[in-house]
């Protein structure tokens, strides 16, 4: 399948997505994933002084990469990738769940628990392993809510369509995903785009059927 190619889960698919995840380790993960369009890595890498919950805003200050040494948190791909993003209801409320079970989990592990005070680590505390999560969560969660196998990658295609489609202006969305431009928000979506300019011709279609009205309210 070609790079390009967009593979997308529509609302109802989303809304499917987010109740198969109820209870699964990562449930506050994906619900973020799914609403915010955060890389994979973006996610793995977030700890909990980015997180604001009382706000509702995370800073993305970081990604996790492989080096030589293993898995390592370094800077983020594009110096617009280092950004603030509001948070959704859904996933406040799920990371705050998420809070909560991380630090009974804390308690049980004991002396086995590493801290790096990430927001998603593996069992022990631990940056968790991108194609770990995939396997053991994410394939998952998709069979269990019965949605096509997607990549995980198209969660963050996912956000950034219901964005678009939902009215979202392009440049608040090209910020929140992270795009160096907003040309790439918009040329990467172009199947949304072209339903966002349809609606815009209707409405200049009604503008100019009343223009009439409106120079006669103008002129009064």
């Known amino acids: 399948m070609a790079e390009t190619e967009l593979r997308t889960l529509n609302p109802s698919q989303v ?17 973020v994933a ?3 369009g955060l ?17 509702a805003t995370l800073q993305v200050t970081g990604t996790l990469t492989r080096d030589g040494q293993g898995l390592a948190v370094t800077a983020p791909k594009t110096a617009r990738s280092r950004r603030q993003v509001v948070l959704s209801p859904p996933s406040v409320a799920a990371l705050i769940r998420h809070r909560s079970l991380q630090t009974e ?18 069992v022990i505390g631990g940056p968790m392993q991108r194609d770990h999560l995939v396997r053991r969560h994410f394939l998952p969660m998709l069979r269990r809510a ?6 995980f990658r198209d969660l963050r295609r996912t956000a ?26 918009l040329n990467r979506y172009s199947h949304v785009t072209e339903t966002m ?7 200049m279609g009604a503008i100019i059927s009343h223009a009439g009205d409106l120079d006669d309210e103008g002129s009064g």
């Open 15 to 31: 809304r499917a997505l987010c109740a198969a995840a109820a209870g699964d380790r990562f449930e506050a993960l994906f619900v």
């Open 34 to 36: 799914v609403t915010t």
């Open 39 to 55: 890389r994979q890595g973006e996610l793995l890498a977030l700890r909990w002084r980015d997180v604001n919950l009382e706000a």
């Open 105 to 122: 989990e804390r308690e049980r592990m004991g002396a086995i628990w590493v801290d790096h005070a990430l927001v998603f680590p593996n």
């Open 146 to 151: 019965g949605l096509p196998t997607v990549r």
């Open 160 to 185: 950034d369509t219901l964005l678009l489609g939902g009215g979202v202006h392009p440049k608040i969305a090209a910020e929140m995903l992270g795009h160096t431009t907003v040309a790439i928000t």
């Open 197 to 203: 300019q349809r609606e815009a011709a209707q409405v």
